[in-house]
């Protein structure tokens, strides 16, 4: 069992940073894979990013390639979303997941869900 809390959302104007955190309960962290989805009002929900339980393995929906950036640190149980460059459209309440094995861009595959944080982003 895995409990995921997220942290660091916020409201930031157009062009500017954010960083989400993603707090994992557990002692084999590093066995899962996490993954960051988004949900818009009136959209589904969307993959964003993921990455493998060693870090070795990234992947990045093409909407926020060259502005976001995934990681984590196994040692702190804790994974990161760093986003630059931030437009109106990424606005979305934003998931951090967790799934056993290997990285997935489906919403199906993840096993573990946050709460979710809110990010807006204004124009």
């Given amino acids: 069992q895995v ?3 997220e942290s660091g959302g916020g409201l930031v104007q157009a062009g ?3 960083r989400l955190s993603c707090a994992a309960s557990g002692r084999t ?6 993954g960051w989805f988004r949900q818009a009002p009136g959209k589904e929900r969307e993959f964003v990013a993921t990455i493998s339980g ?5 992947y990045y ?4 390639k060259g502005r976001f950036t995934i990681s984590r640190d196994n040692a702190k149980n804790t994974g990161y979303l760093q986003m630059n460059s931030l437009k109106p ?3 979305a309440v934003y998931y951090c997941t ?7 861009v489906r919403s199906y595959d993840y096993d573990y869900w946050g709460q979710g944080t809110q990010v807006t982003v204004s124009s």
């Fill in 3 to 5: 409990q995921l809390v």
């Fill in 16 to 18: 500017g940073s954010l």
């Fill in 29 to 34: 962290f590093s066995r899962y894979a996490m």
């Fill in 54 to 58: 060693s870090g070795g393995s990234i």
């Fill in 61 to 64: 929906t093409e909407s926020v």
């Fill in 89 to 91: 459209e990424d606005t």
């Fill in 98 to 104: 967790a799934r056993p094995g290997g990285s997935s």
